[in-house]
Nanobody, 121 residues
Framework: QVQLVESGGGLVQPGGPLRLSCAASGSILRINVMGWYRQGPGKERELVAAITSNGRTNYADFVKGRFTISRDNANTTVYLHINSVKPEETAVYYC???????????????WGQGPQVTVSS
């Protein structure tokens, strides 16, 4: 069992920083990958960035070096940071976690609630 609780988002000014966090809770399990997806108005959900338990990262092409994904030392919380947010970053941002129970080999996938991020003056 994994529950993802997201925080951050809301109304963000253009050019300002954006920082999202996603905290995972559960027991007797291992989280292999945590990442961020987003879905803009009239668009399909797309991968933004992902990070594995050993720190390997994967970024979407549109990031262009502006986004940073990171995890805390306990690997229970994942962060997404944008130094200078643009209007096209307006979207619903979803946290995602791929995980397994220690007793099983079955892969599970859990999604966060997906708070809205609106970039506007």
């Amino acid at each position: 069992q994994v529950q993802l609780v997201e925080s951050g988002g809301g109304l963000v000014q253009p050019g300002g920083p954006l920082r999202l966090s996603c905290a995972a809770s559960g027991s007797i399990l291992r989280i292999n990958v945590m990442g961020w997806y987003r879905q803009g108005p009239g668009k399909e959900r797309e991968l933004v960035a992902a990070i594995t338990s050993n720190g390997r990262t994967n970024y979407a092409d549109f990031v262009k070096g502006r986004f940073t994904i990171s995890r805390d030392n306990a690997n229970t919380t994942v962060y997404l940071h944008i130094n200078s947010v643009k209007p096209e970053e307006t979207a619903v941002y979803y946290c995602n976690a791929d995980w397994i129970y220690l007793e099983r080999s079955t892969l599970y996938d859990t999604w966060g609630q997906g708070p809205q991020v609106t970039v506007s003056s």
